[in-house]
């Protein structure tokens, strides 16, 4: 269970940076996955963090592991995007922002 608490606290980690760094390079799109790939990389090499060793499931080389690993984090940082981007739009949509916006400046319907 620890292990599985230590890939979704990386992954969230990892997108975070990424969005500090996707910031200054938003004509790019396609960026997008190749930089949570190469943080959850480097994220699992700088660790030494070797999630199937924490499983204690048998793989052939500890280099795969934790480049496995790796994929992993970038993988769960991609899953936090995603389910961060749909509470905010559940948050957008109960707050109403149109009408607090027209509210606050006394805008009126034309049609």
């Known amino acids: ?9 990386l992954g969230l ?3 975070i940076v990424a ?4 910031r200054y390079v ?7 996955a190749f930089t949570l790939v190469a943080l959850g990389m480097g994220t699992a090499w700088l660790a030494d963090f070797d999630l199937f060793g924490a499983w ?3 793989v052939r080389n500890d280099t795969i592991a934790t480049t496995l690993t790796g994929f992993l984090v970038a993988g769960t940082a991609y899953f ?15 707050t109403d922002e149109a009408k607090v916006l027209e509210e606050e400046q006394h805008l009126r319907r034309v049609a």
């Open 1 to 9: 269970m620890y292990a599985f608490g230590m890939l979704a606290l």
């Open 13 to 15: 980690a990892v997108l």
């Open 19 to 22: 969005r500090v760094g996707h």
């Open 26 to 32: 938003q004509r790019l799109p396609e960026l997008w």
């Open 56 to 58: 204690n499931l048998a």
């Open 80 to 94: 936090w995007h995603e389910v961060l981007h749909f509470l905010a739009g559940v948050a957008r949509k109960f």
